[in-house]
């Protein structure tokens, strides 16, 4: 079966295994450090949270339309490929996303430990998103929009997520305390920083561009 699904994206096993261990690695920490712990990014789901604080939209229409848009910008940009990988993250993502909330917590609960919460945290996404964006896929709309504006404007791709990221958390500064926002920023560098160690080919993604 996992040969079978290999050969319908047209990817290698080593690409299999590291979107597969990425996707894994992301949903731990987001259900064992972030979830818990009150600390977490920007991206997506902290734009969803504040139309939802701010404006009253609900979270379960806004979430799959902000990330529609991102996933058809990169789509439009990068083709084929980048579509194929990215519906198998995501796909993996929500899989394992739900497994680890059924198994529930493995760790101590951090939230009276922010700063290590954060860090930890960082680490996790960092390596667990690296892996995947590495790959040419994406596992949620942030990612897809960063890998976009690395392409665009010819930078690192930590940059990319440091400088979207920010925006979110800055206007989550409307209903968050800057205390916690601070918590968020530092996971945020420090998961960018780790990203920016992975080498994202954005020219393999483009391969088979007409879809």
Do not use: W
């Amino acid at each position: 079966m996992i040969s079978k699904t290999m050969r319908r994206l047209s990817i290698g096993r080593s690409t299999f295994l590291r979107i597969l261990i990425g996707c894994m690695i992301m949903a731990f920490t987001v259900v064992n450090i972030h979830i818990p712990s009150g600390v977490t990014e920007g991206g997506i789901l902290g734009l969803t949270l504040f139309f939802y604080k701010v404006f009253d939209l609900n979270p379960s229409i806004i979430s799959p339309i902000l990330d529609f848009i991102c996933f058809a910008i990169g789509i439009s940009m990068f083709g084929k490929n980048f579509l194929k990988k990215t519906i198998f993250a995501s796909l993996l993502f929500a899989l394992f996303y739900k497994v680890f909330l059924q198994i529930g917590t493995l760790i101590p609960n951090l939230y009276n430990y922010p700063v290590l919460a954060a860090i930890l945290g960082g680490i996790g996404i960092g390596v667990g998103c690296g892996l995947v964006v590495s790959e040419g896929g994406a596992a949620g709309g942030d990612d897809a929009l960063a890998l976009v504006l690395a392409n665009k404007l010819d930078v690192n791709i930590s940059k990319a997520y440091v400088a979207t990221d920010f925006v979110v958390l800055a206007l989550s500064l409307v209903y968050i305390p800057f205390g916690r926002i601070a918590f968020s920023m530092l996971t945020t560098v420090v998961s960018s920083f780790i990203i920016g160690q992975f080498e994202v080919d954005l020219a393999s993604s483009k391969q088979g561009q007409t879809i």
